[in-house]
């Protein structure tokens, strides 16, 4: 039974894999994009985790930062997938265009709450 | 209760003063002559005017002070100076050659003759009182330089100023004036004494003793205050020529002793009358100006010396003896000045105390005499007095019976004087009793000569009673000025209460029922304080008797509520509770490596990044080549990176304001540039698009 579901899940990671490695490069950078936005908030966590939350809006700036450039990031994927029927008209450079001057508005306020 | 505090402190102030009034007549002392050096200060070397300068060196002379050599010096130039002057007044001569009397300047480059000529033409020219009064005046002190002085016509002068006199003994200013002043009176009186001792033989004798009767008519208007000083006033229609009875009475002493001086026979003014001016000159104590001291002295010194009466001053050094400590009586009799008096006999008439009524305690004491310290002493102790205020009547009797026609003691004078000692309290006790009115709950018998420390209780159905017995060293019953009960609640809440005098016992009853309202239903523990207070009692005093626990009943609805108390008031002067600045403790920081780890870690996914980057293949193809679209391109980058080098500044050392003005310009910059590079890509794009 156990043999059986870990073949079942690497069966199921393989396949996942060799989907994945279908998508298109840009989309795979913003995937790599936000996968190191996301682990650069973890660390922030852990660390916070283990030396306390003083002094907190440092922290929720890096955090938010961290979090927000990456949900902006996943914005931006959507917009730019190929695959995606709703933002068919809509140029990728258009989109970046977006996703830059979301990214400078998201800084200039983290900036100033970082104190 | 502020109504009983306005009594109490009514009551002291009472007491107060009716101590201070008792000797105010003493004769001129120590304190005339530092109020005198410290009122004559000249200003730039000199007194001022030739009329200040004679003031000051005068007063300082007849009171014995030294005066500096330079203010001598600069007074003796002005002297010199108005002398010598063709245009000098007779006014400026007479103070001129006043000063030079005292300080006697160069004589030798005075030309006095000269002087005196041209005085004679003023005075024959002379229409007004004050003519005379200077040219006359300065006439005489030329003649007391030892000038041979001669009047043309004495007999006419002394006539033109007597035709200014009025029939009440005041005199005019000049013949043109109606007003009559008693401040002339003395003027025209110097005056006449002047051309009298000037020219004696030419000078009538009737006329002389129709001037006595003026001035005994002119001692006939005097006035008199309540304490028995009289004084010479004038009534005043303008006010620009108002002189205080100060001036007015020194201007009337002045011409009546000279007058009196080189008058023959006597000028007849009774002795109680020159006395009388003389303790109204005394009575002023030390005046606040120059003017005024030097017009007292001057006055004062004109009476020390004088052919009518001389004053002798009557006057008590202390108004309060302690019995206790056995203390003398003293008189003093002395002249005006402090001069003992000629061989006298002083007698306590009568000694009176004020409580009593009318009988004398003391009758016909004569006082020993101390020769060593000229003074009259009477032994109180040994006279078996009680403790009291006194009216004490004194008389003085020459012993010389020629002397009494010289010196004015004035018949009989009155003091207030205190005797004080101290005060016995006897029988003091202290009584809870119960509602029955006569069962005692508790009794304690009190000694008031310490504070004691009772720890009583009652409830509201009983009486508290305090009564104690105070006593005169001579056994007396006493009855003190201020006899007060307190009794202050833990929360400072204050009753005071008036104890009642009955025949020789003092009793406080208080009926708690009849309190519980004044009260405030406040139970709990009262101390209870108690004052007796007189200005006689040598002891007074304010003891702690110890403390009554009260067990009052519960307070119905709609009880007055105890006022709330006033902060004492020294406590808001008093130093203030010290601010201390706490600064916030800093947080706890993690440990420094910890700290540069977890910088270390944070690049760790960045470099995943670069290398997943690396990995996939990412290349820079699309980057145009051709010059025009690079320069864009990197344009837009360094703008994209300016944008981020902004927000760090902000973020080290920028404000808000700056930040924003300056990314206003970049913000615009950059989405010209972004716009321009991002849809020249998008064509590029379009193009292997549709290529």
Redesign the interface.
């Known amino acids: 039974m156990a043999k059986s579901s870990s073949t079942d899940a690497v069966t199921l990671i393989r396949s996942l894999r060799s989907a994945y490695a279908a998508t298109p490069?840009n989309l795979?950078?913003i995937d790599?994009?936000v996968?190191?936005?996301i682990?650069?908030a973890l660390?922030?966590v852990?660390?916070m985790g283990?030396?306390?939350s003083?002094?907190f809006n440092s922290f929720l700036s890096g955090l938010l930062s961290c979090v927000g450039t990456a949900v902006l990031a996943v914005c931006l994927r959507i917009q730019v997938n190929k695959e995606n029927k709703e933002f068919k008209d809509l140029?990728?450079?258009?989109a970046?265009?977006d996703f830059?001057l979301c990214n400078?508005v998201l800084?200039?306020v983290i900036?100033?709450f970082?104190g | 209760m502020p109504g009983r505090g306005i009594i109490i402190l009514l009551a002291l102030i009472w007491s107060s003063l009716s101590i201070c009034t008792a000797s105010v007549v003493r004769p001129i002392s120590e304190a005339h002559r530092s109020a005198a050096l410290e009122l004559f200060v000249p200003f730039d070397g000199s007194f001022g005017s030739l009329e200040d300068i004679y003031a000051a060196f005068r007063t300082l002379e007849i009171l014995g002070l030294e005066k500096t050599q330079d203010v001598s010096d600069v007074a003796c130039e002005s002297v010199v100076d108005k002398l010598g002057s063709p245009s000098s007044t007779a006014k400026d001569l007479f103070y001129a050659l006043k000063v030079n009397s005292i300080l006697r300047c160069q004589a030798e480059t005075i030309k006095f003759e000269e002087i005196a000529s041209k005085l004679q033409t003023v005075l024959k020219s002379a229409s007004s009182l004050p003519d005379f009064y200077y040219s006359i005046g300065s006439l005489l002190l030329i003649k007391n330089q030892g000038f041979e002085v001669l009047l043309s016509d004495a007999a006419g002068a002394f006539q033109s100023i007597k035709a200014f006199s009025q029939s009440d003994g005041r005199w005019r200013y000049d013949s043109s004036s109606a007003e009559s002043s008693t401040y002339a009176a003395g003027m025209a009186l110097e005056a006449l004494a002047g051309v009298v001792s000037i020219a004696d033989s030419e000078v009538d004798k009737s006329m002389i003793g129709v001037v006595k009767n003026d001035i005994v008519k002119l001692f006939d208007s005097i006035k008199s205050y309540s304490d028995g000083t009289l004084y010479f006033d004038d009534k005043y229609v303008h006010t620009n020529d108002y002189r205080s009875p100060l001036e007015i009475s020194a201007s009337v002493i002045r011409g009546v002793t000279a007058f009196a001086e080189v008058a023959s026979g006597r000028v007849n003014i009774p002795g109680n009358k020159v006395l009388g001016v003389a303790k109204f000159f005394l009575s002023l104590g030390v005046p606040g100006t120059s003017k005024d001291l030097f017009h007292q002295i001057e006055a004062l010194s004109c009476l020390e010396n004088n052919r009518i009466y001389i004053p002798l001053i009557i006057s008590l050094p202390a108004t309060v003896l302690s019995l206790t400590s056995r203390d003398q009586l003293k008189v003093d009799v002395t002249s005006v000045f402090g001069v003992p008096a000629p061989p006298l006999t002083v007698k306590l008439l009568q000694a009176i105390n004020s409580n009593s009524d009318g009988k004398p305690n003391i009758e016909n004491q004569e006082l020993y005499f101390d020769q060593e310290n000229s003074i009259h002493y009477l032994d109180i102790a040994s006279l078996k007095v009680d403790v009291g205020k006194y009216n004490l009547i004194f008389e003085a009797s020459l012993h010389d019976p020629v002397a009494e026609k010289k010196y004015a003691t004035g018949g009989r004078t009155s003091f207030s004087a205190f005797f004080t000692g101290s005060i016995q309290i006897d029988q003091a006790e202290l009584e809870i009793l119960n509602s029955d009115g006569d069962s005692i709950e508790t009794i304690e018998s009190l000694d008031l000569s310490k504070d004691s420390s009772l720890s009583l209780s009652a409830n509201h159905l009983q009486t508290f009673r305090l009564s104690f017995q105070p006593t005169t060293p001579l056994g007396h019953a006493f009855k003190p000025h201020q006899v007060f009960l307190k009794l202050r609640h833990e929360t400072n809440v204050e009753h005071i209460f008036l104890i009642e005098s009955s025949a020789r016992q003092y009793k406080l009853t208080l009926d708690f029922l009849g309190f519980v309202e004044k009260f405030y239903y406040l139970s709990g523990k009262y101390d209870i304080e108690l004052f007796v207070g007189d200005a006689i009692m040598e002891n007074s005093f304010l003891r702690t008797l110890g403390l009554v626990e009260l067990d009052l009943p519960e307070p119905p609805e709609k009880a007055p509520q105890a006022p709330p108390q006033p902060i004492d008031p020294y406590l808001r002067y008093g130093p203030k509770a010290e601010i201390r600045h706490i600064f916030r403790s800093p947080e706890k920081r993690p440990p420094k490596e910890l700290s540069l780890a977890f910088f270390a870690l944070i690049f760790l996914p960045l470099l995943g990044f670069l290398i997943g980057l690396v990995r996939l293949g990412v290349n820079l193809k699309l980057f145009p080549s051709s010059p025009g679209p690079v320069a864009f391109s990197l344009l837009f980058h360094t703008g994209i990176a300016s944008v981020l080098l902004l927000y760090g500044l902000f973020w080290l050392k920028l404000d808000l304001f700056t930040t924003l003005k300056i990314l206003s310009f970049l913000g615009i910059f950059l989405v010209f540039i972004g716009h321009q590079t991002l849809s020249r890509l998008a064509s590029t794009s379009a193009k292997v698009k549709s290529s």
């Open positions: 490069t795979k950078i790599l994009y996968v190191f936005a682990a650069t660390i922030q852990v660390y283990i030396v306390g003083f002094p140029a990728p450079e258009r970046f265009a830059v400078l800084h200039l900036m100033n970082l």
